[in-house]
């Protein structure tokens, strides 16, 4: 018969073995995840930043499989620049092989060129110009939010006013330009440059102005001639002759911002942002509308794209592009639900496939690069940039 207290050390051997073998397996060190814009620190995005792909980059979500086709595996989101005030208009030219965008309060458009990563002012002043596109004779067009007109900068460095007024009106501050392959261009005029920060305000009594107490030119140079709010918030097509048609009501859409073609121009997506400066009535929702386009430019069969809605997160939308297979790219001003700003990518049905997360609220975004397979991401101070699987469909 065994002895009891040989039968106790036993036990207690054993329990101390099985304790020690616990906390060695605990202390094995686990594969680190890699760093996301989600965690605590955050990640550093810029060139100095830790690594953080180890087959796809971490805040590039698959919310759909088919979003796996259009991602590019091994390659990471950068941060290519920061230091403006808030960002909005990328557009590439393909043959400068440069990104251009606007720096709307900084009254400057500024130029990020592919072949050594150089960022300069590339036009200041610019009239607080907001939407910037490049036609498909490679000439730029841009929304200037100042003097409420968009124009064209011609190949020998002159400018064209393409449109300041409708029906004898002054425009509010056009925000978005699309060419068309007929040669019209196709732009928003919400009025978000109707304030301090983006442009001037309206005279003393005008919508955003009603009490007079703002001086809308403080700051201005000479010359300059304040407005009065006068139009509805409206979609207009400028035809190569020169006649500006309104093509989506304030009704239809309220304050239109950003908006696309699908890759074969048959469809029209129409983004309607928030309540702007002066607004009476309710103003936008934050929702994204879908337009078929008829072969007389009409357009018809409205119906609302997506609401923007993510995990019951308003991803806020104002910049849109399509990719060559239809897909549908959307900027994303989540406030501030950390995560949920950046990019969402949606399928021509409106379905969710996927979302780029980045750590600044995202205005706008803009294919380029020289094979049109890199997107670049303008966020409300910083540009940043990730290599895609596809390819953005039309100029600009």
């Not at 400057?108 to 990563?117: L, N, S, Y």
């Not at 703002?214 to 700051?219: D, F, I, Y």
């Not at 006649?243 to 859409?253: A, F, P, S, Y």
Request: hydrophobic content about 35%; some cysteine; glycine content about 12%.
């Amino acid at each position: 018969m065994l002895d009891q207290r040989v039968i106790g050390l036993s036990r207690r051997t054993l329990v101390t073995a099985l304790a020690v073998t616990a906390s060695g397996a605990a202390a094995q060190p686990r594969p680190a995840a890699p760093p996301t814009t989600i965690t605590t620190p955050p990640r550093d995005f810029g060139a100095g930043g830790a690594p953080t792909t180890y087959f796809t980059d971490p805040d590039v979500l698959t919310v759909d499989p088919a979003f796996d086709g259009l991602i590019q595996p091994n390659t990471s989101i950068q941060r290519l620049w920061t230091g403006a005030l808030w960002m909005e208009g990328p557009a590439w030219c393909a043959e400068g092989r440069y990104l251009l965008w606007s720096d709307i309060p900084n009254d400057r458009q500024m130029r990020w060129i592919e072949d050594d990563g150089h960022v300069s002012v590339f036009r200041s002043p610019s009239n607080n110009s907001n939407g910037n596109t490049f036609d498909f004779a490679g000439r730029q067009i841009s929304c200037e939010h100042l003097t409420r007109r968009v124009v064209r900068y011609e190949l020998d460095g002159s400018i064209t006013i393409l449109a300041d007024r409708f029906e004898g009106k002054r425009l509010n501050s056009p925000n978005d330009a699309v060419p068309h392959p007929d040669g019209s261009v196709w732009f928003t005029d919400p009025p978000y440059g109707g304030q301090l920060y983006e442009g001037a305000p309206d005279i003393a009594g005008g919508p955003s102005n009603a009490a007079g107490r703002l001086k809308p030119t403080l700051g201005q140079p000479g010359g300059f001639v304040a407005g009065r709010r006068e139009l509805p918030t409206n979609v207009y097509r400028l035809d190569p002759s020169g006649r500006l048609d309104l093509v989506v009501t304030e009704d239809q859409v309220p304050d239109p911002n950003g908006l696309a073609f699908s890759p074969d121009y048959k469809r029209l997506y129409v983004i309607s942002t928030g309540k702007g400066p002066g607004d009476q009535g309710a103003g936008g929702k934050g929702d994204v509308h879908a337009f078929e386009v008829g072969a007389d430019n009409r357009l018809s069969g409205q119906r609302l794209f997506t609401d923007c809605m993510v995990d019951g997160i308003k991803c806020g939308p104002d910049g849109i592009r399509c990719d060559v297979q239809g897909n549908v790219w959307i900027s994303s001003n989540a406030g501030r639900n950390v995560g949920y700003s950046g990019v969402t990518v949606w399928n021509a049905e409106g379905k969710l496939l996927g979302r780029i997360r980045i750590p600044e609220v995202v205005a706008n975004i803009a294919f380029g690069g020289p094979k049109r397979n890199r997107l670049f991401i303008a966020g409300s101070q910083s540009l940043y940039a990730v290599y895609v699987g596809t390819q953005g469909a039309a100029p600009g």
